[in-house]
């Protein structure tokens, strides 16, 4: 299949693409919060380098979130959009999968605690172990909005044992994190979840039968109300 993966979930925002020559194409460009101006663009590059028409894919991939609200709506409705126009099927995925999926791809294993910054002093976080001989992680701890110190009490009840931390929001709240006994924050990598990541595991559901979702039926994974809801609530309670 020819596939696209949209990736909006952080500060990052990350597409990628493969054709069905197995050429794959990817891009990302972190710290901007231009989700709007670059998502379009950069898809449209991505698939004129593997010389593919918008009207070649046949399966959208995307990020469903928890993560950044504005992010996470500007993704989704791009799947939605392209997936609508062209009459195909959209496969959403967790941030916190994909995360964790990616820390297995780089050979990590173990338990894996994966953790997206949500702002407002808190995480979007899980932590899953996967077993040796298996391919499937198991949740430990599941996904969930905690305040760093409220993570790092839950991680302390595991007793110590090793677990290696990806994300952002691992990285962010490293000095409180990283003070867990047996806790590992990956610094330099892995700081959002990678496109070809989420790609590569859409692909891997659908080829193994599973069914992508009619587009009207997707929805992000939000976890909590906008910034803006909150804020507005705030002001008529005061």
Excluded: W
């Excluded at 407002?120 to 949740?139: I, M």
């Excluded at 989420?198 to 976890?223: C, F, K, N, T, W």
């Amino acid at each position: 299949m020819n596939i696209v993966a949209i990736e909006t979930a952080t500060e990052t925002i990350g597409v990628a693409a493969r054709a069905e020559s197995g050429a794959l194409a990817a891009f990302s460009l972190s710290g901007r919060r231009r989700h709007v101006e670059t998502l379009v663009p950069a898809l449209g590059d991505l698939l004129a380098q593997l010389e593919l028409a918008p009207s070649d894919v046949h399966l959208v991939a995307v990020d469903l979130g928890p993560g950044l609200f504005t992010g996470l709506r500007v993704g989704v409705a791009a799947a939605k959009g392209l997936a609508q126009a062209l009459g195909i099927g959209v496969v959403g995925l967790s941030s916190l999968d994909i995360l964790t999926r990616a820390a297995v791809e780089h050979g990590h294993g173990g338990y894996l605690l994966a953790a997206v910054d949500a702002r407002r002093g808190e995480v979007f976080a899980s932590v899953r172990e996967l077993r040796a001989g298996h391919d499937e992680t198991q949740d430990v701890i599941p996904s969930g909005l905690f305040a760093p110190e409220e993570l790092a009490e839950a991680l302390l009840e595991l007793g110590g044992m090793p677990i290696v931390g990806v994300g952002d929001g691992v990285q962010r709240y490293s000095e409180i994190l990283g003070a867990v006994p047996g806790v590992a924050c990956l610094m330099d990598a892995l700081a959002f979840p990678p496109p070809l990541t989420l790609l590569a595991r859409a692909a891997a559901l659908v080829e193994g039968g599973a069914s992508p979702l009619d587009p009207q039926l997707v929805v992000p994974v939000y976890m909590r109300e906008a910034d803006a809801k909150s804020n507005f609530a705030r002001v008529t309670s005061g």
